[in-house]
């Protein structure tokens, strides 16, 4: 099969690669990242100079860029997880995820709809996968579970770009009968993962015996998923979801900000052990709240894993412990 990654340079996107190559070695995929700062083509080392892998450097909002890959690669399926994903950029700036996420995907999503149709019996039913984020349903309250029925309502730039772009994959479906597929996931995390994000902010600021910041009083809730079985549950909806639908992707794991903070202090003074008086939590300090915080995310997974059979292996403890070793490694040959 002939597959477009868009992101691939990116958190999720690079370890989707690694994912699909090792189990899908006669795979041809085409790794297409504009390299922003938060790509990173070393993550790809390992399959760089595979048969089975090449890179393009392509910006999506770039639509003739788009056209060309498109036409020389002609895919057969897509799995679009390059996106602007940050929310406290987005508030500083919207602009960009507004490119990026909403004409970026409708770019990607055009282009592709136009070389399937136009030679529809040289493809035998192409796939378009769009992965986006819980963030599209706002924020909960102490109970209930975001499911596929759930009502948008994105609290932020970056969330509200998301929405946009979930809407035009379904209206391509909807109207052109295009086979698409949409999953919405909750917060990874694992290897890879940019410095600006919460784990391997904690992580390199304890290191460097800085402040950790927490926003507000810590008590925001999110959902963990281990970006592995992200993978697992992308690679199963994209080889078997239904043409049309959407599946929420959680990790049946919610922490607050606060608990999930002293938990990687405490396993960084267990590995470590460097921490000022002997203990990272030391350096917890409590920050203004971000504009429009959404205080509890939570996804009921019960549709990928009742109809495609997905199960989540992670163990929590020891894929933490797992991720903060590799980020340790990474800070001190920085």
């Known amino acids: 099969m002939k597959l477009i990654i868009t992101g691939g340079a990116g958190f999720i996107g690079s370890n989707m690669i690694l994912h699909l190559l090792k189990k899908y070695p006669n795979y041809q995929i085409v790794n297409i990242d504009k390299l922003s700062y938060a790509s990173n083509l070393h993550y790809l080392d390992e399959v760089k ?7 393009s450097k392509t910006d999506l909002v770039d639509r003739n860029a788009v056209r060309q890959v498109v036409r020389r690669f002609r895919p057969e399926g897509v799995i679009h997880l390059a996106a602007e994903s940050h929310v406290d950029n987005s508030i500083k700036g919207p602009e960009p995820f507004v490119m990026s996420n909403v004409v970026g995907t409708f770019n990607l999503l055009e282009e592709c709809r136009q070389l399937w149709m136009e030679d ?15 963030e599209v349903y706002g924020s909960l309250g102490k109970t209930g579970f975001f499911t596929e029925k759930s009502p948008y309502a994105p609290n932020s730039p970056y969330s509200a770009s998301k929405a946009g772009s979930d809407f035009l994959v379904r209206s391509y479906h909807h109207t052109y009968g295009m086979n698409v597929v949409t999953t919405n996931c909750s917060n990874n995390y694992g290897p890879h993962q ?4 919460l784990i391997p902010t904690v992580i390199r600021t304890a290191l460097n015996k800085e402040k950790i910041p927490v926003y507000g009083k810590g008590d925001n809730i999110r959902d963990w998923l281990y970006v592995k079985d992200h993978c697992t549950a992308l690679d199963l909806v994209f080889h078997k979801g239904e043409a049309g639908e959407t599946y929420n992707i959680g990790g049946h794991n919610e922490w607050t900000n606060i608990d999930l903070v002293k938990k990687i202090c405490s396993i960084l003074n267990d590995s470590v052990g ?3 008086d002997g203990d990272y939590n030391n350096l917890i300090t409590f920050v203004t709240d971000r504009p429009g915080h959404d205080k509890r995310y939570a996804i009921d997974a019960a549709k990928i894993e009742n109809e495609l059979g997905w199960q989540n292996t992670q163990d929590f403890e020891a894929d933490l412990r797992q991720t903060i070793d590799w980020y340790v490694k990474k800070y001190r040959q920085d």
């Open 274 to 276: 460097e921490g000022p």
């Open 120 to 134: 529809a019996e040289q493809f035998d039913v192409p796939r378009f996968h769009h992965v986006s984020t819980d």
């Open 49 to 55: 100079d595979s048969n089975g892998y090449t890179f």
């Open 194 to 197: 940019h410095d600006e994000k």
